[in-house]
């Protein structure tokens, strides 16, 4: 298991296996030594995650959201380089989230993931993208 895998479980999480792409493309691509990762989505096994900030869901409940999104991301790099403990630099998060337009907390979603991840790694100076949109539906998600 590597260091930054060690990490992950001291801090109560646990490193899931790859998911499947859910449409069609890849989870990654790898150019040089460079991997480039298409976005995930966070578990829609019921609607905990679904929902405008602050209206509809918490920003707590939607930093958690990043959280697993983020494992499911790493849990991606392990399954193309084998050991998490090669990553040397991310250089770009990125994020999107559905918020009221009343609350923009943009960078409190965003920064949940930069920050997760500084909490178990050297890794340092992303660079983190930050978007929101006024509505996401289930129905993109197949």
């Not at 770009?92 to 920050?115: C, D, E, H, K, Y």
Request: glycine share 6%.
């Amino acid at each position: 298991m590597s260091s930054i895998e060690s990490k992950i479980q001291e801090l109560g999480y646990t490193l899931p296996e790859a998911p499947a792409p859910a449409g069609s493309y890849v989870n990654c691509v790898r150019s040089g030594n460079l991997l480039f990762l298409a976005g995930g989505i966070p578990p829609l096994d019921d609607d905990t995650f679904l929902g405008k900030v602050p209206t509809d869901t918490s920003v707590e409940t939607a930093q958690q959201a990043a959280r697993l999104i983020t494992l499911n991301r790493l849990a991606v790099v392990k399954a193309e380089i084998g050991d998490l403990d090669h990553i040397e630099r991310i250089v770009n998060v990125g994020g999107l989230s559905t918020q009221s337009l009343i609350s923009i907390n943009t960078p409190r979603l965003s920064m949940a993931v930069p920050t997760f991840l500084l909490k178990y790694s050297a890794i340092r100076e992303s660079i983190p993208a930050r978007q929101w949109v006024p509505q996401l539906y289930r129905s993109m998600y197949p």
